[in-house]
């Protein structure tokens, strides 16, 4: 049972926040009880958590800690405007590509519906009004968030076969915004696609996904958003290990690609996510410990010690 | 309190049916308590009310009974898939056209669900495959089938007035097959639409469906359902009317599309399509009994009592 009323009393009467409070107590519930305790605390003292923690906490803690509290679907509808809003390279878009391709069927509906709430508009209208220049990387996206992919296991193998012939023809011609392409990606359940991947890989030699980094379209960004894709599809552990790597090394920190990865997944795959990592010769909480600091650390460390598969 | 054991021990224990027994109960019971009858039979007697219905009933009678007990999301998958493996014109198309176009999103969204469950693949999967050949029909449709609109009821209407001078143009022009034609029906909300088609006949003195009936696009299949398309997101009641009428009127019957037409909507927008009905001189009851008979007859005029608006 929770008791959110002497859990955040501090909080609401002002006497200052412990932050190890909010890390502790929010940092360890899951998703249902983080909506619960929402729920209570406005109940209790009339206003909003989320409202409360936005004026007691700051900068990269604070996102990540909103981010958190945030119920799932809204989180993800909200990451997926603010790609929207912000577009200004491929890496601004990868929420979404992550959103439609390394979510579950269900889960991306509810974003779909938190959005409409949030914003009356469709996710699809303004994914057609900021893209609006971009013909090809519209339709890819809009098919992407229209999906409601078929989630069972059953695969037909031949036509898997089949369709990882047409995606090596059309990444061969350069045709990456071929109608098929976005259909096969587009459409087919994670099994079918991972049986595609397989044949893909067996029958022409390399991986899908170094096919499309050596593809020679001029198109950079639908190149680098497909590849995103496959690997979403095919491996979203593999591509979160990645997300998080590469915002660590290098100059300075990418704190919102950091906070976004670990916070998404904390509750989806993170144990997988950490396996992931160990091919950096380093573990994940050695990486974030080393590159962030104060209540912002030790929030991503609860985090990263969610132990889901 | 339903008494499902005492209400259909006839039919379990094959003394016979008492199909009058089934109009009485099934015809006066909305879609959650004729959900609640099936599983109540199925705990009482081991066995599936619509396998039982099956087995004891027969004709039209029988499919309107089993598409009404079905859940009404299942129906409709139903619907659709038997839509698609069965192209012939334009015609039977048009349950796809109606699920997606007249039907609220969170149903649609429902409906892409149940498909999902029945058929192990994705309605979009399979619009793909069975119309392969027909590549801006396949466009459209998947569109309209993806759609998750905004339900609400705020309307940009600067916007909605420029998106009827593109309709406009495209349709003049003709480019019904258009991207931004496909856009815009397929992800644009009811209210705006509605001020869209609005402002089309304000500004161009003809309503959208009148000007894409005297189009001279090659395409009649593409045109013929863009017309069904707009009609069912204006005004569903009209479409339905007219799907009773030209089912009745001239020779035979076209009893699958009257009874999908009354079924599908006697618990959502009959009342309004008797009002609509009445532009034909006619009652929509008095049409239905002159062209049907027997229990067949019995059990639509009693879906069409439901006094819903």
Redesign the interface.
């Known amino acids: 049972m929770l008791e959110p009323h002497s859990q955040f009393g501090s909080l609401a009467i002002g006497w200052g926040t412990d932050e190890n409070a909010v890390i502790e107590i929010l940092g360890h519930r899951n998703a249902k009880q983080r909506i619960e305790i929402a729920d209570a605390y406005k109940r209790l003292y009339d206003e909003s958590l989320i409202a409360r923690l936005q004026s007691e906490l700051s900068g990269d803690f604070e996102k990540a800690v909103i981010l958190w509290t945030l119920d799932p679907a809204e989180r993800d509808a909200k990451l997926a405007n603010e790609a929207l809003k912000s577009v200004k390279g491929d890496k601004h878009l990868w929420p979404i590509i992550e959103i439609t391709c390394a979510s579950s069927?269900?889960h991306l509906?509810n974003v779909?519906?938190a959005y409409?709430s949030l914003y009356?508009?469709?996710l699809?209208?303004d994914i057609?009004l900021h893209l609006a220049q971009h013909?090809s990387l519209r339709q890819l996206l809009?098919?992407l968030v229209?999906?409601?992919?078929?989630?069972?296991e059953?695969v037909d193998d031949a036509l898997a076969k089949s369709e990882a012939a047409k995606l090596h023809d059309d990444i061969r011609n350069n045709q990456l915004h071929d109608?098929e392409v976005i259909?096969i990606l587009g459409?087919?359940?994670k099994s079918h696609l991972k049986a595609t991947f397989e044949h893909y890989k067996q029958d022409y030699g390399k991986t899908i996904d170094e096919d499309i980094e050596g593809n020679k379209s001029n198109d950079e960004l639908i190149m680098s958003l497909l590849k995103v894709a496959v690997l979403c599809l095919d491996s979203p552990a593999k591509h979160f290990a990645e997300v998080v790597r590469s915002s660590i090394v290098g100059f300075g920190t990418d704190e919102g690609s950091l906070t976004r990865a670990i916070v998404t997944r904390a509750e989806v795959d993170m144990k997988k996510i950490k396996e992931e990592y160990k091919k950096y010769g380093v573990s994940i909480n050695d990486d974030i410990s080393g590159d962030t600091s104060g209540d912002y650390k030790n929030f991503l460390l609860t985090l990263v010690g969610w132990a889901i598969p």
Chains 1, 2 share one sequence.
């Open positions: 069927p269900d509906i779909r519906k409409c009356k508009y469709s699809e209208e057609d013909h809009v098919r229209s999906s409601y992919r078929y989630n069972g059953d109608d259909r459409t087919r359940s």
